[in-house]
Structure formats: structure tokens, C-alpha cells
């Protein structure tokens, strides 16, 4: 069964306006998202800034408010914020894009860390440190550091102080929000293998939002695509990148970097062509608003947005 | 282990968290003026408290007829008033009742305004919008007529009364001021990691959002505490402050309105407007010191 799945997901802004400030339009960050993700999965969410990605993770733990649809954590509606027990916000944790900004500078890491545990758990001093000791432990830092303040830390430990606080209440699911895009590339190959060596040991599941093929393609099981708040492309990592359906996804793939210098003309050539089919083709694959058209299947789990034929 | 851990953390407390403190005591040494600002105000305060705490004020408040006007000399100090009233221990009382009147009001009406600032900020929408009208409400009401009223009705009201009434009205300040930045801050992610992490709105405001503004409450606090001094000598000047058996700067002040004291007997008003005029200077330049070394851009030091 899913651990979580999520029904036609729309989350829309209001864009006030006049005197009298009523709202007289909205904005779509989501429109009508679907997906599912299997225990121990990770599911990757793909798309340019913009697209919506980060408001779709931030709607499922409840940071955004849900204009429609729905959100189920193994099998219970939590929706609605007011549903959500303590025990089912407690195994939804997030993983923040900014390590700078998401550790609070005025609190030690072993405030940091321990905060969700003073919350959720009933741990004397004693026990609670040595919790928060053995999480440092476990993402790679050293367990004197307790003492120390976020601004004593760089930037890859930082994240990892972040993943520590995530990871600390062993939840279930983990919403890694861009986790290592404000990174240096050979941190980044540090934090995301560190990841997934823990959710091999705590048996995790990622919902792992990214705009990196690279790096989604490295970690994720799943892919799916968005562009403007819609899904564009849907399918499991071999379809995602082997087959891509969509023009859009075609374009992304083809800009990933390859390293060998002897294949650049021919990826120079190819991505001319991609970019010629996307300029030709652009109006048969999105529709006269420039958004994507609904999802249909073409195999049992590749989903692609292709408008209705005749 | 207990022992070892508390010698520990007052370590790392000393070396790494009062960076703070440190910049504000290098900000302090660089900017002479605050730094003689501080020590001559510690030294009027303890002065002031202590000389107060041996002086018996039904003595000095005691009319005496033999001794009307009197100039400066052995016996009083700095002379006495046209009751005859020793000018010295109603300067050191009266200095006693304005800075309790300015601490009092200031961490009052600091408590009120920073709590409703940040709830006000915090939660935003319609709570902000409701909390923002009640605010307004109270700045549109004219103060000082509002406070003499009260006074007027009030017969016999002591200093903690006469701060509670002022309190009421000077919290609205602050709370806007702490509202701005509480509006900002809720949108960073340590807050939204925060609620993720299942800790309640309650707690997040007060140790999550409050240590992180701490600096901007210090800076407004001191730079309030300076005003707050001269509120009830201003009253007391118009003659809605404290009764003439409570000694009061702004009472001494007052004397000056008389021409033939403000020529002839300098000795009746000069050390109230002076007090006045140092209290406040020196708490202000104190607090610029203060504002400045909270703003990277502004220090000298």
C-alpha cells in the first residue's frame, strides 16, 4: 500500500487587489497534482523554478494551505490540518532547502536537534542528550559539537544538523526539500549518500523535491515532471530518462551535462535538435494558455500529459 | 558528569555566545560620550537610591517657616524652597521617583508591546487586523487630557499608579515596532521547521521568534527608557503630577514659573533642569551606542 498518496493536490494564492482588497484572481502554485509513493520509495519531484514543487511538499506537511484535493498518509485523510494527530505529524518530518536559514542562530545544535524530541517525546536531560549525540554520530558529526552554535558550521554541516532534527523522531516519510542545492557539489555527493545509506537503515521514504537531474537520478525511484503547477511527465527513473514522451522532459534530459569531452558535438547536435522539435511542437504539447494537458497513461506507470487526439 | 557539563556550557558561554555583549562593549569603549554616559548615569543611580534610602521624606516635605528661601549654605546644600523645604533631598527623591516612574513604565509597557507586537506579527490575517485596530484605537485617544483626568480623580495615587496609567498608553509603540519585525521573521525557515516539528505557536514565538529579535526590544527599551524619565516631571510641571508632599523634579521645575525665583534664586530649579537634562542625555547616548552596535553598517568600533 502507499504510505502516501495524494488526490488531484490544488493549492492557489489570491491575488488581492482595489480599495476594498478582494481577491480577484489566483495564482496556481498546484494544480491538480496526483501521486502515490510506495514505503521505502523515493519519489522524485522534478521542475524549473516556479513550477510549483516546493509549494506541493510544503502543502502536504501542512505549511501551505490546501485550496483542494487531497493528502492521505497511510490511508487517513490529513488534509485538513485540524485531522492530523500528533502521531501522523510526527512521521512526517522536512529536510529545508536553506541550511542557513532554517537552524535557528540564537539556539545550540543540541537545542536544535532536541527541539522535536522535547515535543513528542518525555526524555530526561541525560537521555536526551545522549539521543541527540548519538544523531550527530550518525550524520557525521562530532558528538562534542552539542555546544556549538549554527554560524560555527559549514554549510554541509549545517544541512546535516537539518537531517539530524528530520531524522531524530524516526519518522516514516521525509519531504527533502531541495536538500543539497544550496551545496558545493562535493558536499552534495556527501549529504545525498549519507541519505540514502539512513533510509536504508530506518527504512525511509523521500519524497525528494529537486530541479538536478543528476542528482534525482542518482536517488530517486520514481520521477515525475512538473511545469506550472501541473504534471508534465510521470514514470519510474528508466522511462523518465530513456523514454522521455513529453517534449518538455526531452528538452530537460538532453541538457543534462555529460563529462566526455569526445561526445560534445554530438550532444551539441542533439540538443539542437530537441530544441528544434520543442519550438515546432511547443503548441502541440501545451495547450493556449501554456499549461500542460492532463495525464494519460501510455504503459502501466508512465504517465504523460498529451493533449486528446481527434 | 553534572558538574563537569555546567563548567563546560558557562565556558562555551563565555567564549562564544556574548559576542553580542562583546561587540557591545567594544561599540561602548570606541564611542567615548556613551561609555561616560554609562558610568555617570550608574553612579546618579546608586547615588540616588542610596542617599534616598537614609533620607527621611516626611522630614524634607515638612514646611518650615524659618527658613524660606534660603540659599545654599552648610545646613542645606543646595538651600531651600518657599516652604522652607530642603531643595537637595527633594532633588534626590524627586530623581528616585522619575527613574523608578521611567523603569517601571518602560518594562511594562515593554511586556505589553512586545507580547502583542509578536502575536499581532506572528499569526498575520485577521488576527494582526484586529489586534492593529485595537492599537489604533488606544493611539487616536488624547494621552495627556486622559491622564489628568485620571489624576483629577484619582485623590491620593502613588508611583506604581501613577505608571500603571502611563503604561496604558505608551505600549502602542513599540508594538508596532515589534510587529514589523515579527512579520518578517515568521516567514524564515527555522519558524516554518519549527511548526514541521510539532512545536506549539506559543513556544515558537517566545523562544524561537523573541531571542531572534532580542537586540531591536534592548535598543527600543533603552531609547524608551529616556522619554519614560521625563514624563512625570513634564506633569509634574503642569501641575497634574504628584502633590506637592511628594518631591518631584518637574514640581522644582515648576518654581521657576514664579519670575522672581527664576531671577533671584537659581538654586530652587537649576539642579532639577540640569538632572532632567543629564538622566536623559546620558540614557540616550547610551542607547544610540546600543542601536548602533545591533547595525554592522553603523558601528565605529
Given at each position: 500500500?502507499?504510505?502516501?498518496?495524494?488526490?488531484?493536490?490544488?493549492?492557489?494564492?489570491?491575488?488581492?487587489?482595489?480599495?476594498?482588497?478582494?481577491?480577484?484572481?489566483?495564482?496556481?502554485?498546484?494544480?491538480?497534482?496526483?501521486?502515490?509513493?510506495?514505503?521505502?520509495?523515493?519519489?522524485?519531484?522534478?521542475?524549473?523554478?516556479?513550477?510549483?514543487?516546493?509549494?506541493?511538499?510544503?502543502?502536504?506537511?501542512?505549511?501551505?494551505?490546501?485550496?483542494?484535493?487531497?493528502?492521505?498518509?497511510?490511508?487517513?485523510?490529513?488534509?485538513?490540518?485540524?485531522?492530523?494527530?500528533?502521531?501522523?505529524?510526527?512521521?512526517?518530518?522536512?529536510?529545508?532547502?536553506?541550511?542557513?536559514?532554517?537552524?535557528?542562530?540564537?539556539?545550540?545544535?543540541?537545542?536544535?536537534?532536541?527541539?522535536?524530541?522535547?515535543?513528542?517525546?518525555?526524555?530526561?536531560?541525560?537521555?536526551?542528550?545522549?539521543?541527540?549525540?548519538?544523531?550527530?554520530?550518525?550524520?557525521?558529526?562530532?558528538?562534542?559539537?552539542?555546544?556549538?552554535?549554527?554560524?560555527?558550521?559549514?554549510?554541509?554541516?549545517?544541512?546535516?544538523?537539518?537531517?539530524?532534527r528530520a531524522i531524530a523522531l524516526k519518522p516514516k516519510l521525509i519531504i527533502a526539500d531541495e536538500p543539497v542545492s544550496a551545496l558545493d557539489v562535493s558536499v552534495q555527493a556527501q549529504v545525498l549518500n549519507f541519505m540514502q545509506d539512513?533510509?536504508?537503515?530506518?527504512?525511509?521514504?523521500?519524497?525528494?523535491?529537486?530541479?538536478?537531474?543528476?542528482?534525482?537520478?542518482?536517488?530517486?525511484?520514481?520521477?515525475?515532471?512538473?511545469?506550472?503547477?501541473?504534471?508534465?511527465?510521470?514514470?519510474?527513473?528508466?522511462?523518465?530518462?530513456?523514454?522521455?514522451?513529453?517534449?518538455?522532459?526531452?528538452?530537460?534530459?538532453?541538457?543534462?551535462?555529460?563529462?566526455?569531452?569526445?561526445?560534445?558535438?554530438?550532444?551539441?547536435?542533439?540538443?539542437?535538435?530537441?530544441?528544434?522539435?520543442?519550438?515546432?511542437?511547443?503548441?502541440?504539447?501545451?495547450?493556449?494558455?501554456?499549461?500542460?494537458?492532463?495525464?494519460?497513461?501510455?504503459?502501466?506507470?508512465?504517465?504523460?500529459?498529451?493533449?486528446?487526439?481527434? | 558528569?553534572?558538574?563537569?557539563?555546567?563548567?563546560?556550557?558557562?565556558?562555551?558561554?563565555?567564549?562564544?555566545?556574548?559576542?553580542?555583549?562583546?561587540?557591545?562593549?567594544?561599540?561602548?569603549?570606541?564611542?567615548?560620550?556613551?561609555?561616560?554616559?554609562?558610568?555617570?548615569?550608574?553612579?546618579?543611580?546608586?547615588?540616588?537610591?542610596?542617599?534616598?534610602?537614609?533620607?527621611?521624606?516626611?522630614?524634607?516635605?515638612?514646611?518650615?517657616?524659618?527658613?524660606?528661601?534660603?540659599?545654599?549654605?552648610?545646613?542645606?546644600?543646595?538651600?531651600?524652597?518657599?516652604?522652607?523645604?530642603?531643595?537637595?533631598?527633594?532633588?534626590?527623591?524627586?530623581?528616585?521617583?522619575?527613574?523608578?516612574?521611567?523603569?517601571?513604565?518602560?518594562?511594562?509597557?515593554g511586556m505589553i508591546g512586545i507580547t502583542f507586537g509578536l502575536i499581532a506579527g506572528f499569526f498575520g490575517g485577521h488576527i494582526d487586523n484586529v489586534l492593529m485596530r485595537i492599537l489604533d484605537f488606544f493611539q487616536v485617544l488624547p494621552?495627556?487630557?486622559?491622564?489628568?483626568?485620571?489624576?483629577?480623580?484619582?485623590?491620593?495615587?502613588?508611583?506604581?499608579?501613577?505608571?500603571?496609567?502611563?503604561?496604558?498608553?505608551?505600549?502602542?509603540?513599540?508594538?508596532?515596532?515589534?510587529?514589523?519585525?515579527?512579520?518578517?521573521?515568521?516567514?524564515?525557515?527555522?519558524?516554518?521547521?519549527?511548526?514541521?516539528?510539532?512545536?506549539?505557536?506559543?513556544?515558537?514565538?517566545?523562544?524561537?521568534?523573541?531571542?531572534?529579535?532580542?537586540?531591536?526590544?534592548?535598543?527600543?527599551?533603552?531609547?524608551?527608557?529616556?522619554?519614560?524619565?521625563?514624563?512625570?516631571?513634564?506633569?509634574?510641571?503642569?501641575?497634574?503630577?504628584?502633590?506637592?508632599?511628594?518631591?518631584?523634579?518637574?514640581?522644582?521645575?515648576?518654581?521657576?514659573?514664579?519670575?522672581?525665583?527664576?531671577?533671584?534664586?537659581?538654586?530652587?530649579?537649576?539642579?532639577?533642569?540640569?538632572?532632567?537634562?543629564?538622566?536623559?542625555?546620558?540614557?540616550?547616548?547610551?542607547?544610540?551606542?546600543?542601536?548602533?552596535?545591533?547595525?554592522?553598517?553603523?558601528?565605529?568600533?
Open positions: 500500500m502507499a504510505i502516501l498518496e495524494v488526490e488531484d493536490l490544488k493549492i492557489y494564492f489570491p491575488i488581492k487587489a482595489g480599495i476594498f482588497n478582494r481577491t480577484v484572481d489566483h495564482i496556481k502554485a498546484v494544480d491538480g497534482v496526483s501521486f502515490a509513493i510506495e514505503e521505502g520509495k523515493t519519489y522524485g519531484l522534478v521542475g524549473e523554478s516556479g513550477s510549483g514543487k516546493t509549494t506541493t511538499g510544503r502543502g502536504i506537511i501542512g505549511l501551505e494551505h490546501i485550496t483542494a484535493g487531497s493528502v492521505k498518509f497511510n490511508g487517513k485523510d490529513i488534509t485538513n490540518k485540524k485531522k492530523k494527530t500528533k502521531a501522523i505529524s510526527r512521521d512526517i518530518q522536512m529536510i529545508f532547502q536553506d541550511p542557513y536559514s532554517s537552524l535557528n542562530p540564537r539556539k545550540r545544535v543540541r537545542d536544535i536537534i532536541a527541539e522535536p524530541l522535547r515535543n513528542y517525546e518525555n526524555l530526561t536531560k541525560q537521555e536526551e542528550k545522549k539521543r541527540v549525540q548519538e544523531l550527530l554520530e550518525l550524520v557525521g558529526l562530532s558528538p562534542e559539537s552539542i555546544l556549538k552554535y549554527p554560524h560555527e558550521f559549514s554549510g554541509g554541516q549545517r544541512q546535516r544538523i537539518g537531517i539530524a539512513i533510509q536504508k537503515e530506518l527504512g525511509l521514504t523521500y519524497l525528494f523535491i529537486s530541479h538536478d537531474l543528476g542528482i534525482v537520478k542518482h536517488m530517486c525511484d520514481d520521477i515525475a515532471i512538473m511545469y506550472k503547477g501541473r504534471y508534465v511527465e510521470q514514470g519510474t527513473k528508466e522511462e523518465i530518462f530513456n523514454h522521455p514522451q513529453h517534449i518538455y522532459t526531452k528538452r530537460l534530459v538532453s541538457a543534462i551535462p555529460d563529462i566526455d569531452p569526445s561526445n560534445r558535438e554530438k550532444l551539441f547536435q542533439f540538443r539542437q535538435e530537441v530544441q528544434e522539435e520543442y519550438d515546432e511542437s511547443y503548441n502541440e504539447y501545451f495547450d493556449s494558455e501554456g499549461l500542460a494537458y492532463s495525464l494519460k497513461p501510455i504503459s502501466e506507470t508512465h504517465l504523460v500529459a498529451l493533449p486528446e487526439k481527434g | 558528569m553534572e558538574m563537569n557539563n555546567m563548567n563546560m556550557s558557562s565556558q562555551q558561554d563565555s567564549a562564544k555566545s556574548p559576542s553580542g555583549l562583546k561587540i557591545l562593549w567594544r561599540e561602548l569603549v570606541r564611542d567615548k560620550l556613551a561609555l561616560v554616559s554609562l558610568i555617570l548615569l550608574i553612579l546618579i543611580i546608586v547615588f540616588v537610591y542610596g542617599v534616598s534610602f537614609i533620607m527621611d521624606e516626611k522630614e524634607i516635605v515638612k514646611v518650615d517657616l524659618f527658613a524660606i528661601h534660603e540659599p545654599p549654605s552648610e545646613e542645606f546644600i543646595l538651600g531651600t524652597d518657599y516652604g522652607g523645604r530642603d531643595v537637595f533631598g527633594q532633588l534626590i527623591i524627586g530623581t528616585r521617583n522619575s527613574l523608578s516612574i521611567g523603569f517601571i513604565v518602560t518594562l511594562l509597557s494621552f495627556i487630557m486622559l491622564v489628568i483626568v485620571f489624576v483629577s480623580i484619582v485623590p491620593n495615587y502613588t508611583i506604581l499608579a501613577f505608571s500603571l496609567i502611563f503604561t496604558a498608553f505608551s505600549w502602542m509603540g513599540i508594538a508596532r515596532l515589534i510587529r514589523s519585525k515579527a512579520l518578517q521573521e515568521k516567514e524564515l525557515d527555522y519558524v516554518q521547521a519549527s511548526r514541521t516539528l510539532g512545536t506549539s505557536n506559543f513556544k515558537i514565538i517566545f523562544r524561537e521568534v523573541m531571542p531572534n529579535i532580542s537586540s531591536l526590544i534592548i535598543v527600543t527599551l533603552t531609547l524608551n527608557l529616556a522619554s519614560n524619565i521625563g514624563l512625570e516631571s513634564g506633569l509634574s510641571f503642569l501641575g497634574f503630577g504628584f502633590p506637592e508632599s511628594t518631591p518631584s523634579l518637574g514640581t522644582l521645575l515648576s518654581y521657576a514659573t514664579n519670575p522672581q525665583t527664576l531671577e533671584h534664586r537659581w538654586w530652587i530649579w537649576v539642579p532639577a533642569a540640569v538632572m532632567i537634562l543629564v538622566l536623559m542625555l546620558a540614557v540616550r547616548n547610551v542607547g544610540e551606542a546600543l542601536r548602533r552596535a545591533t547595525d554592522a553598517r553603523q558601528r565605529r568600533g
